[in-house]
């Protein structure tokens, strides 16, 4: 008897629960994404839902990542069941996914679907998105500056403007090469000064022809390219800031506190947010309509943009802005944490002036414009 229980108790180690469910999320995206989900998420996921396992696979950065993913969708599209629980992609990809009738309308039915107030949730680059995603964080553009060489910071892209002549060379940016916080600027100057609505520009729809209503604008802009300093790129703008060569730029807000902390910019340096806004982007949760355990799929979803999560694992380690409402991650937070992300670009602000990019037919469009109106 003795014996049987041992090979008992050893059967029982070895074999893992009947219900045991091995969870495969797909993430575009850099590598920090896999070790996000491996390391972070899925320990916590696993001790809340023993026997279960999760598991990260990357597609790679940037717009190919998510494009490797919608290809993987597009290729199981005649099958029963796919091999995909959850994935995370670019806003951008969101849209066509959904289109092609690749996605479970899933927010409504977890408990954090509620906190979530964002437009970006409902709307991607001109597609109704509302219900299939879940925002997983939202990567924001703003504006920094060193408040010992500006005194009276402007707030307003016309304010910006009229500084930028009265100081020359001490505004910095990149144009539309090198990173998307040049591009992110131009994309909110013409939000801001082109004659046609900003709103159609990024909701859509498109109409050809619409580039004349930006005439105005590019000139005002290639006149004020005059008083400024063109930067390499998004890190070479955070150089010129951390340099004092330049007192002023666009910049991803994650990586302006990721150089700050590691002492490339002064601990006073500071950002805004102007009027009418900026764009900046989110990552989104989404579900496959045809996943193998879209129950067990929710749960990690929910768990993964649940306050104290979100706190967490999104503003503390990454210093990206969070997927819900900021409102109800703030009790999770410390007062430091809290301070050092919202306290300069308030919850309201982002409300307010965190705008999306414009739909991808109007985006290339302003990029070849640019290109011809104020590069050459």
Known sequence: MKTFLSAAVVLAVAIPPASATELTVVT???????????EYLAPIFEKENPGDTVRAVGTGPGDAGSQKILERFEAQSGNETWDTDVAVVHEKFAGPMVEQNFLK???????????????????ALGTNVDGYVMPMFSSQTAIAYNPALVENPPKSYSEIETWAHEHPGQFGYNGIKGGASGVSFVMGWIY?????????????????????????ALKRLKDFNADVTMTPGNAGTLDMLGRGEIAMGPVWVDMFYSWQADGKLPPDMKLLLPEPGMPGQPMHYVIPENAPHPELAEKFV???????????????????????????????LDEASWNKLFKDVTPEDLANYAKPFPIA????????????????
């Open 28 to 38: 575009a995206g850099d590598t920090n994404m896999v070790d996000y989900i491996n």
């Open 192 to 216: 801001a000064f082109g004659d046609g609505d900003a709103t159609q520009l990024m909701n859509g729809p498109f109409e050809e022809g619409a580039a004349k209503e930006w005439d105005g």
């Open 361 to 376: 037919p109007y985006n290339n469009a302003i990029l070849e414009a640019y290109e011809r109106h104020v590069a050459n």
């Open 105 to 123: 309308q899933y927010r409504g039915d977890i408990a954090t679907g509620e906190l979530v107030t964002s437009d970006k949730a409902k709307m």
């Open 302 to 332: 929910e768990l993964a943009t649940s306050p104290k999560i979100q706190a967490e694992g999104i503003v503390k380690r990454f210093n990206w802005y969070p997927g819900i409402d900021a409102t109800h991650v703030k009790a999770e």
